[in-house]
């Protein structure tokens, strides 16, 4: 499990059974957000982003960050989830979602003006009781991806992409005290 110093602080001061009123994160505020699974691999896992895609429990996302960091730091705006942009890139980059039969609720970034497919979404992000949903959505991991981590979906396919021995997952964002932008590889 993977953490930075803010969100183990939070995490450690939280247990699953009593999870913290959490105080609302309001639009524009950077936050992390960790994965939620009692007695899992999963529990207090930071999601990250890395090779187009949001991940838990890799040894490196592997970003070029302006502090040291191995998780990733999001914001909302107007329903849209963001990545936070590195002080020394100028080109941000934004999470999708494809829900459609080809998607199967895959979740990913694109950078800049690079475009987001047709089945694509980006509006729908929200920060529900301090879970990270898309549209009342939540998220499910599913183990085997690179190095050892595992893929971050949302909810609703047994086996998204052909995926294993997925398993769905409650989520806590935490307010970043002190925001870490990167450029996410
Ligand atoms: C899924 O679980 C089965 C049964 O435990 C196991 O054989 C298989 O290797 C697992 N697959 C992945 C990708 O973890
Ligand atoms: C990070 O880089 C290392 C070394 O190139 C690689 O082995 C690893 O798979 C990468 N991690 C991710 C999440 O892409």
Known sequence: MQFTTALLASAAAMTASALPQSTPIADGTPFGVITIRSGSQVQNSALQAANSGVLVNAKSQNASCDAETNSATFYIKDEELHLLESKSSARPQKIFVDRSWFGQGIIG???????????SETKGWALVNGELKFQDTGLQVCPGSVDGAWSVWLQGVDKPGWNENCTSVSNLAVKADKPIGCWYS
């Not at 970034?109 to 089945?119: D, F, H, K, L, M």
């Open 109 to 119: 970034y694109v950078t800049g003006a690079q475009p987001i497919g047709t089945r």
